[in-house]
């Protein structure tokens, strides 16, 4: 593996790391021409780093068949206009085979999803990781933690047997745990992406991350190239004039526990006329008294 090729994905980790959603038909399956639309509204809004199969995508809403159809359309779609970072994850085998899923189609990275199961412990993250990466490495694989009890040092632990580990999207909310954390890791080792989109994304690249996730960027690509460029630049006031634009935004999705994070993209896009406002189980359709307060947040970013 050729120093270079994983250059180019710490390249398009630091960045905008954007979490397309999945739309529903109205029988319920993946709308794969609405898919498709609003990949290219994404890719036509500068966006270059796509993660099919993530959370804002309703990863574990969605069946085997179905992600590895999300996949197979988003690298169609995209070509080569983009860097794919596939999520994969569940049990050991399954997230191996998605892995490989994603090589063969000719994506670059691996996203690999916190284990869900509620018995993790530190030595066994790193070897449902280390599992995963060792099976694929010629693609970068990137750990989603939101495990606060995780230490920086397994993390660095799981990169010096596996040197395709290049990236971290970190999303525990505590940005002071976040600076201890990559620091004990390896600052300059990994690209940090902060993995809790625009809020947090201020108080992260401050403590060192250059790159973050976001669901918002399926409604209005040019808020979040907005915010990325003021941090790259180190206007953190420009940052957070961003970060009071979609406040109300962000606090919708991530009231009572997150209930609604998907829901308010989805429900943003429906506004806009770009997809159905459906989401699955778990998830729930949004009040009729919060739709009409999403319509309008969405309705003054297009202008």
């Not at 954007?18 to 794969?32: K, L, N, R, S």
Request: charged share 20%.
């Amino acid at each position: 593996m050729s120093s270079v090729t994983f250059e180019t994905q710490r390249t398009a980790l630091a960045d905008v790391v954007a979490i397309p959603v999945t739309p529903f038909a109205e029988d319920g399956t993946v709308d794969q021409d609405a898919h498709r639309a609003l990949l290219r509204r994404l890719l036509d809004g500068g966006i270059t780093t796509l993660t099919p199969n993530g959370n804002t995508g309703e990863f574990y809403a969605l069946t085997p068949d179905e992600r590895r159809l999300v996949t197979e359309l988003t690298m169609d779609e995209v070509g080569d206009r983009a860097v794919l970072l596939v999520g994969v994850g569940h049990d050991i085998p399954t997230a191996i085979a998605s892995a490989e899923h994603a090589r063969t189609i000719g994506a670059q990275m691996v996203m690999v999803h916190q284990p869900v199961h509620p018995y993790v412990s530190q030595s066994g993250w790193v070897d449902y990781h280390r599992a995963i990466a060792e099976a694929v490495p010629e693609l970068g694989v990137v750990p989603y933690i939101r495990n606060a009890q995780l230490t920086g040092e397994r993390l660095a632990e799981l990169a010096d047997a596996c040197p395709n580990v290049i990236g971290v999207k970190y999303a525990v909310p505590d940005a002071a745990r976040f600076a201890a954390f990559a620091r004990d890791a390896g600052l300059e080792r990994f690209v940090w992406v902060a993995g809790l989109a625009e809020p947090y994304a201020p108080s992260y690249f401050s403590a060192g991350a250059t790159g973050f996730t976001s669901g918002l960027v399926n409604v209005a690509p040019a808020v979040s190239l907005n915010m990325i460029e003021a941090l790259r630049s180190g206007d953190f006031p420009a940052a957070m004039k961003v970060w009071e634009q979609i406040r109300r935004f962000e606090e919708l999705r991530a009231a009572n526990g997150s209930a609604d994070n998907v829901t308010v993209v989805k429900e943003a896009l429906a506004s806009l006329g770009l997809c159905r406002r459906d989401v699955r189980a778990p998830s729930r359709q949004l009040p009729e008294d919060e739709r009409a307060e999403v319509a309008v947040i969405a309705a003054g970013w297009s202008i």
